[in-house]
């Protein structure tokens, strides 16, 4: 016959202090852990991709529309020289600027950390913000893609 005791700090009757996990039931635990991580992981990294592929939309259009602004004080679009700078800091020869549009747009980066590239109207064509994309090179597929 065992005699059952009370453990006061437990206040049960006939409480095991010995128990515990053994080290299979660890294993199983964290193979579950390895298997869901191994599920999720993949779909968790595509969408991080297609956020940032989203917010450098975005940034593009914020930029086109600060130089519309530009545009619409100055009556010319920034020139290939210029770049996306004159957006933050006065330029010498400008007369009716009412900036800045953004701040430190000379020095604004894309989600992955690239430079915007800036075109400036030639002809009839209009003036053009690009994002390389994740690979900062022209051309490429996915987030590799370069993003007007």
Request: with cysteine; proline share 5%; aromatic share 8%.
């Amino acid at each position: 016959m065992s005699k059952v005791t009370c453990d006061p700090v437990n206040k049960r009757m006939g409480a095991r202090t010995d128990a515990g996990f053994s080290l299979v039931e660890l294993l199983v635990v964290l193979a579950i852990i390895a298997l869901i991580t191994s599920i999720v992981a993949p779909r968790v990294l595509g969408y991080l991709g297609s956020a940032k592929v989203d917010s450098a939309k975005v940034q593009v259009k914020n930029l086109e529309a600060a130089i519309e602004l530009y545009y619409l004080d100055s009556g010319r679009y920034p020139t290939q020289e210029e770049g996306i700078g004159v957006l933050s800091a006065r330029p010498a020869e400008a007369t009716s600027w009412n900036g800045p549009y953004l701040k430190n747009a000379a020095d604004l980066k894309d989600p992955w950390g690239n430079a915007y590239q800036y075109q400036a109207p030639q002809g009839d064509t209009s003036f053009a913000v690009i994002s390389l994309g994740r690979d900062g090179k022209k051309g490429g597929e996915g987030e590799d893609r370069d993003l007007p």
